[in-house]
C-alpha cells in the first residue's frame, strides 16, 4: 500500500529496520538502496585497522537484515531525487517510487579546495579520505600490503586533528608495529590546523592523547591547513603543501577533517548548509519537503546543531522510525531534541582508551584498560543486534507462525479504517479507487483472463521500453495485435526454447535481467543466435499504482537483457499471482544445414570438459531464504547470474567445442549425464578443480540446499566410485541446482588451454577445466570423481 525508501545503511537507518522488523507496520513496504552490502560501524574502525577486529566484526550485513525485516534491498547509488514524481533516480537500474524518504548516507570528502587531489574517492587518487568506509577499507588493505613488502620505512601523514583522526592514527601505528619489523617501522605524522588536539573535547583529553602520540614517536604539526597535493616527480610519494610553505613527504596520505554533504544533494531543491548537509526540523523532515526525511551524519538538525558522532545517528533511529510510522499513518508528528551531552570512549590503538564527556575526562593509565574492555561490550553489543539474526529455518521449526496471521488480520483492519484518513500534507492518500482496488487484492481473485493485468497499467508500464528493432518483426510490440508474425531469414532454422520461473530475489529489475538471461542460456548452447521472445509473467495483486511500477522494472531489466543479446521482445502475457514470476519463449537462428550446432551429443573420448561459471546458486539463494547467508556471497552469486554466456557460445565455439549445454536446474552432475548418454561416452571430473561461488562450500556443510537438490541426488547412481568422495566438502555440489549458470562444454585435447586463456580474457573469469571424456565403460554409472 505505501513504500517508506531508505537511501543509505546508515545507523539510523539499520535502526529502523530493526524497529520495522520487530514491529513491521501493515500495509507498508520498506526498500533500502545502498552501494555497499556490508555497512560499517564507524565505532569499530580503528580497532579493526589495529587488527582487533575481523571485517565481519565491524559491518552490518545489510542485505541480509533487509531479509529479516522484510525490506527490499537495492545494491545501487542514488544520484537524484525526483520530488515532483516522487521517485529515487539511481545510477544503474530504474527510478525507485516512494511515498516516503528518508536519507542517511553519512557524509563525502570535501576536498575540493585543494589543489591536485582530484576526485578523493578514485582508485588512484593522491589520497584517501576515511569516509566513505568502504572506499578507505580497499586502501588500507593495499597500503599494508606495502608496508609489508617495502624495502623502507613508509612516510604515512593523517591530516586531522579530531578524535577520529588521532585514533585511527594510533590504530595504524599499532597494527604495523605489531606485523613489521623495527627497522620497517611507519614514520608517522599527523597534520592540523588547530592549536591543539580534540578542541571540541577537555583539555585533559586533548593532552593525554598528545602525550601518547608522542611516547610512540608520531610527529604532530600544529596550526598548519594543507592546501596542495603534488606527486613526487622521482618517486611514487606525494608533498602535501601547506598554506605556510611547509613540504611532507607522504607514501600515504590520509585525510580524517570534516567532510560535507553528497554532490548530487544539490539537485534537489533541499535547503543545505554551508558544508551540503540536509538542513532538517526537529521531526527530522526537511524544509521544503514532508514526505522527505534525514538522520545521521548527512542531515543538520537547525534547531540542536551537533558535531558529526556516530552516536547521534544511533540515538536518531527510534525517533526517526517512530515519525515514519506517524507519517504514513497520517498521525501528527513528534519532535526530537539530541542529547546535549555524550560519552566518547577513544581507543589509543592497543586495547586501552579514554573517556571523554562534556569538560570531563577519565584518561589515567590504570584506567585505560577498562575503559577498552567496556568500549568493547558497548560495541559488541551493539553489532549483536544486527548481525546475530535468528534463521528463518528455526522460526518455521518453532512453527512461529502467529506473526504472519497477526500481521494479516491488522493489514485487513488497516486497510477498513484507514481510507481517506492519511497525512493532509501526502499526495499518497488513499482515494475512493484505490480503497476499492487494495480491498480486491486482499479478497477471492478471478481466474482466467479475469486474472489479467489490466490493460491501463500494462500499457504504461511497458510504454518506456524500448525493444531492439529487428525487420524480420512483421508485427510485435511496434503494432500490438493477436499474436506476433516474424520472418525466418532464408537459409536458416528455428531453434526453439521455453524457460520460467518465480522470483528469488526481492529486487524486480534484477530478477528480470536474471529470468532473461537464464533463458538465453539454452539458445548460446546449441551454438544459436536470439532473434525474438515473448514474455511471460506473473505479478502479485494490488493497487495499481504498485504494480504499474513494478511490471515496468521487471520488463526493463528483461528487455535490456535481450537488447544486448540482439534479441527482440515481440509480445507476451502479464497475468495476477501469489508470486511474481517471469519466462520467456525464445527463438534464435541456426543454419539450415546446421553447421555451427552444438548439441549434447557431440562429446568425443579425449576431449576437455570446460565449465564457464562458478556453481553453487543453489544452496546460496537457500541460505539467503534462510538468513543463513551472508550479503557479499549473494552480491556475487547475482553478478555471475547477471554475466552472460553469449561471449562464452563465440568463444567454445572458435575453439572447436563438439558438445555443449547450459548448467542449469538438474545441476553439474545431471547435465553432465545428459551429455554422455547422448554422446555414447564416459566422463571423469576432478572436483578439487570445480569453480565454486564464494560461500556455497560452507552453506553445504550446514546442511542448506536448495528443495530441488533431493531430486538431483538420485543421479548419484551414475557416479562410479562416489564412496571415496562423498566426503569431499564439494560433493554436495554436483548436484546443486543453478540459475543462469555457465554453459559446460567438451573441447579438443589441443584447443582446451587456448580457450580457457581466451574465456578468462573475456571476463569469464571463474572458468576452469574440470575433466575430461573417456571412451564408455562396462559399467552404467558413466562418470567417474578424481580428487
Request: negative net charge; aromatic residues 4%; glycine residues 10%.
Amino acid at each position: 500500500m505505501r513504500d517508506i525508501v531508505l537511501i543509505g545503511g546508515g545507523h539510523s537507518h539499520v535502526g529502523v529496520l530493526m524497529r520495522f522488523a520487530m514491529q513491521p507496520e501493515p500495509g507498508v513496504r520498506l526498500t533500502v538502496i545502498c552501494r555497499d552490502t556490508d555497512t560499517p560501524y564507524s565505532g569499530m574502525l580503528p580497532g579493526y585497522v589495529a587488527g582487533h577486529y575481523t571485517f565481519d566484526d565491524v559491518h552490518i550485513d545489510l542485505r541480509r537484515l533487509c531479509q529479516f525485516a522484510g525490506a527490499r534491498f537495492y545494491r545501487d547509488q542514488v544520484i537524484d531525487i525526483d520530488r515532483r514524481e516522487r521517485r529515487v533516480i539511481c545510477a544503474e537500474r530504474p527510478a525507485v517510487d516512494y511515498d516516503l524518504l528518508s536519507i542517511n548516507i553519512g557524509s563525502t570528502p570535501r576536498l575540493s579546495h585543494i589543489d591536485g587531489i582530484g576526485d578523493p574517492e578514485a582508485a588512484d587518487a593522491p589520497v584517501v579520505a576515511v569516509k566513505p568506509i568502504s572506499t578507505f577499507q580497499q586502501r588500507w588493505l593495499s597500503l599494508l600490503e606495502r608496508a609489508r613488502s617495502a624495502e623502507r620505512p613508509l612516510d604515512i601523514v593523517l591530516v586531522g586533528g579530531g578524535a577520529g583522526g588521532v585514533e585511527l592514527l594510533l590504530a595504524i601505528q599499532q597494527r604495523l608495529a605489531t606485523e613489521l619489523p623495527d627497522a620497517l617501522a611507519p614514520n608517522l605524522t599527523l597534520i592540523t590546523r588547530g592549536q591543539r588536539l580534540l578542541p571540541t573535547h577537555a583539555h585533559t583529553v586533548s593532552e593525554a592523547l598528545a602525550t601518547t602520540l608522542h611516547e610512540r614517536g608520531i610527529q604532530v604539526h600544529f596550526g598548519e591547513e594543507i592546501t596542495a597535493v603534488e606527486r613526487a616527480s622521482s618517486t611514487a610519494q606525494r608533498q602535501l603543501i601547506s598554506a605556510s610553505g611547509a613540504c611532507h613527504q607522504a607514501d600515504e596520505a590520509i585525510w580524517v577533517t570534516r567532510a560535507g554533504g553528497a554532490r548530487w544533494l544539490e539537485k534537489t531543491g533541499l535547503s543545505l548548509d554551508e558544508d551540503g548537509f540536509l538542513k532538517v526540523r526537529d521531526s527530522l523532515q526537511t524544509l521544503e519537503d514532508d514526505a522527505i526525511f534525514a538522520a545521521g551524519d548527512i542531515a543538520h538538525q537547525l534547531n540542536h546543531p551537533r558535531e558529526k558522532a556516530g552516536v547521534f545517528a544511533v540515538r536518531q533511529a527510534r525517533p526517526l522510525a517512530d515519525n515514519l510510522r506517524r507519517a504514513v499513518r497520517g498521525e501528527p508528528l513528534k519532535d526530537h531534541v539530541p542529547q546535549s551531552r555524550w560519552l566518547a570512549l577513544i581507543s589509543t590503538g592497543d586495547r586501552d582508551a579514554i573517556a571523554s564527556r562534556g569538560k570531563l575526562g577519565l584518561v589515567a593509565p590504570r584506567l585505560r584498560p577498562w575503559l577498552w574492555r567496556w568500549k568493547d561490550h558497548i560495541d559488541r553489543q551493539f553489532m549483536a543486534r544486527f548481525n546475530e539474526l535468528p534463521s528463518m529455518q528455526d522460526a518455521a521449526n518453532a512453527g512461529d507462525l502467529s506473526g504472519l496471521h497477526q500481521r494479516i488480520s491488522a493489514a485487513w483492519q488497516a486497510l477498513r479504517g484507514r481510507v481517506g484518513k492519511l497525512h493532509p500534507h501526502l499526495t499518497a492518500e488513499l482515494d475512493e479507487q484505490e480503497a476499492h482496488q487494495a480491498l480486491s487484492a486482499l479478497a477471492m481473485r478471478c481466474g482466467g483472463c479475469g486474472a489479467k493485468v489490466g490493460a491501463s497499467v500494462l500499457s504504461r508500464a511497458l510504454q518506456s521500453l524500448a525493444p531492439r528493432e529487428n525487420p524480420d518483426v512483421l508485427v510485435g510490440l511496434h503494432a500490438p495485435d493477436d499474436a506476433a508474425i516474424v520472418r525466418v531469414p532464408e537459409g536458416q532454422a528455428l531453434v526453439h526454447s521455453v524457460d520460467f520461473f518465480r522470483a528469488f530475489i526481492d529486487d524486480p529489475y534484477l530478477f528480470g535481467r536474471i529470468a532473461a538471461n537464464h533463458a538465453l542460456g539454452d539458445l548460446y548452447a546449441m551454438g544459436a543466435t536470439p532473434h525474438t521472445a515473448t514474455a511471460v509473467a506473473t505479478v502479485p495483486q494490488g493497487v495499481e499504482r504498485k504494480v504499474e511500477p513494478l511490471v515496468r522494472e521487471l520488463m526493463q531489466g528483461a528487455t535490456e537483457v535481450l537488447n544486448e543479446a540482439g534479441c527482440s521482445l515481440v509480445g507476451g502475457h502479464t497475468g495476477e499471482g501469489q508470486e511474481l514470476a517471469l519466462g520467456f519463449a525464445l527463438n534464435g537462428l541456426v543454419e539450415e544445414s546446421l553447421a555451427g550446432v552444438t548439441c549434447k551429443g557431440g562429446m568425443q573420448p579425449g576431449d576437455v570438459l570446460l565449465l564457464t561459471k562458478a556453481i553453487g546458486t543453489g544452496t546460496l539463494l537457500a541460505a539467503h531464504a534462510r538468513l543463513e547467508a551472508r550479503g557479499r556471497w549473494i552480491d556475487a552469486a547475482l553478478d555471475s547470474m547477471q554475466q552472460s554466456s553469449q561471449r562464452a557460445a563465440d568463444i567454445l565455439s572458435t575453439h572447436q567445442a563438439s558438445a555443449s549445454t547450459d548448467v542449469t536446474g538438474f545441476g553439474l552432475l545431471g547435465h553432465l549425464v545428459e551429455m554422455t548418454r547422448a554422446s555414447g561416452v564416459d566422463a571423469e571430473l576432478e572436483i578439487d578443480a570445480l569453480p565454486v561461488l564464494d560461500g556455497a562450500e560452507d552453506c553445504v556443510a550446514r546442511g542448506v540446499v536448495s528443495s530441488l537438490q533431493p531430486a538431483n541426488l538420485r543421479l548419484k547412481r551414475a557416479l562410479k566410485d562416489q564412496a571415496g568422495v562423498i566426503d569431499h566438502p564439494r560433493y554436495p555440489l554436483l548436484f546443486d541446482p543453478q540459475t543462469a549458470g555457465g554453459l559446460l562444454a567438451s573441447v579438443p585435447p589441443g584447443e582446451a588451454e587456448a580457450c580457457l586463456a581466451a574465456l578468462k580474457a573475456a571476463g569469464y573469469h571463474a572458468s576452469a577445466i574440470i575433466g575430461r571424456i573417456t571412451p564408455q565403460g562396462d559399467a552404467l554409472a558413466p562418470i567417474s570423481i578424481k580428487h
